[in-house]
């Protein structure tokens, strides 16, 4: 089996003594195309953009995936919110993608990448510690993953976030992802163009195997917002964005 290439956050000290941030640098990269987003179950997502396959959060079916197949898809990059198996499974794979799992600023052949720090839970982390949120620009749409946040969005983590054109973001409660309240506290902070509720109950996913919520709950509280019911792939371009809050709720296949 071929070594995996986990790569190490080393930047962040430079640009906090220049004063700089990822949101600072993210503008620069290309703002034009589209990127494709596949969602392969529960919070994983294969993107495709810009001459790259980006892969978040593969996973090893059990518990609230035992029902998913696990993803077998090539990428060149593979981003990770935890290393637990049910969102940072990355043996098996194929290939030999390089695997970002840190928070931290990185750039990876030319992509800059932001991993965020996030507690994992309601209690500071101390039960399943920290979660990665990820941000990066793809086919001129910036993107922001939520991973399995649990704790309201601080100041300092608004900052680094910005206002993404695409959030992904963790919608059916459990132990260790925002309740729907939670999900819809951090749309209104975010104020993203377009949302993709993840972590949530589904056929793949039921109350026998895994304690989180339906998407019905938070599509509920979301009352007024846009909501389009989309398959298991959608294309995303900058010109086709909407200037206000909507919500595409993809199925899995």
């Known amino acids: 089996m071929k070594r995996r290439q986990f790569v190490q956050y080393t930047g962040a000290g430079l640009l906090a003594g220049l004063g700089l941030s990822l949101v600072d640098r993210l503008p620069a990269q290309a703002q034009s195309g589209a990127v494709s ?19 978040v959060n593969p996973f090893r079916p059990v518990g609230c995936t035992a029902g998913y197949s696990a993803p077998q898809v090539g990428a060149d990059l593979v981003m990770i919110s935890s290393r637990l198996l049910d969102e940072g499974a990355v043996e098996g794979l194929p290939g030999n993608p390089r695997i970002l799992f840190e928070p931290g600023v990185y750039d990876v052949n ?21 979660n990665v949120a990820w941000r990066w620009v793809q086919g001129g749409v910036n993107i922001l993953h939520l991973g399995g946040a ?16 695409v959030l992904l973001v963790p919608v059916g409660n459990g132990p260790k992802a925002f309740t729907p309240e939670e999900a819809q506290a951090a749309i209104q902070l975010l104020n993203p163009k377009l949302v993709i509720p993840t972590h949530f109950r589904t056929a793949a996913a039921d109350a026998a ?20 019911q989309v398959g298991n792939s959608i294309s995303v371009a900058p010109g086709d964005l909407p200037g206000s809050t909507q919500i595409r709720v993809m199925s899995y296949a």
């Open 150 to 165: 649990a704790a309201p969005i601080t100041t300092e983590q608004q900052i680094l976030m910005g206002r993404p054109d």
């Open 37 to 55: 987003i596949q969602y392969l179950g529960h919070t994983c997502f294969l993107f495709t953009g810009d001459g790259r396959r980006i892969l």
């Open 209 to 228: 195997t895994c304690d989180i919520l339906p998407i019905d709950n938070f599509l509920a509280l979301m009352g007024g917002t846009p909501v389009q």
């Open 110 to 130: 030319g992509l800059q990448v932001n991993g965020i720090a996030m507690d994992h839970d309601d209690v500071g982390g101390r039960r399943f510690g920290t």
